[in-house]
């Protein structure tokens, strides 16, 4: 089992960056994938970016490549998303969650934190 607790959104103007945090609790937590999902209002939940349980491997949607930048740091039990060049239409909900296998499918990730609200203003 593992809690995840997000933080670090907010209101940025359009070109800003935002550093979201996914604190987790659990001895386990170097062992899971780690990823994020936004949702947007009206919209699917969305993968955006993931990371191997080594941090060794890293996958991003097409939508955020070359301006978002996903780590962890297994000793402190935490996972980050860097955000920069914000868009308007990464206005979401950010989610972090842990799971098995990567996978870009927010359904195979068993555990979830409660979101984190990021609003991009053009």
């Known amino acids: 089992q593992v809690q995840l607790v997000e933080s670090g959104g907010g209101l940025v103007q359009a070109g800003g960056s935002l550093r979201l945090s996914c604190a987790a609790s659990?001895?386990?937590?170097?062992?899971?994938?780690m990823g994020w999902f936004r949702q947007a209002p009206g919209k699917e939940r969305e993968f955006v970016a993931a990371?191997?349980?080594?941090?060794?491997?890293?996958y991003y949607a097409d939508s955020v490549k070359g301006r978002f930048t996903i780590s962890r740091d297994n000793a402190k039990n935490i996972v980050y998303l860097q955000m920069n060049m914000l868009k308007p239409e990464d206005t979401a909900i950010y989610y972090c969650?842990?799971?098995?296998?990567?996978?870009?499918?927010?359904?195979?990730?068993?555990?979830w934190g409660q979101g984190t609200q990021v609003t991009v203003s053009s």
């Open positions: 990371i191997s349980w080594s941090g060794g491997s890293t």
């Open positions: 659990g001895r386990t937590f170097s062992s899971f994938a």
């Open positions: 969650a842990a799971g098995g296998p990567i996978s870009f499918t927010w359904t195979d990730y068993p555990f």
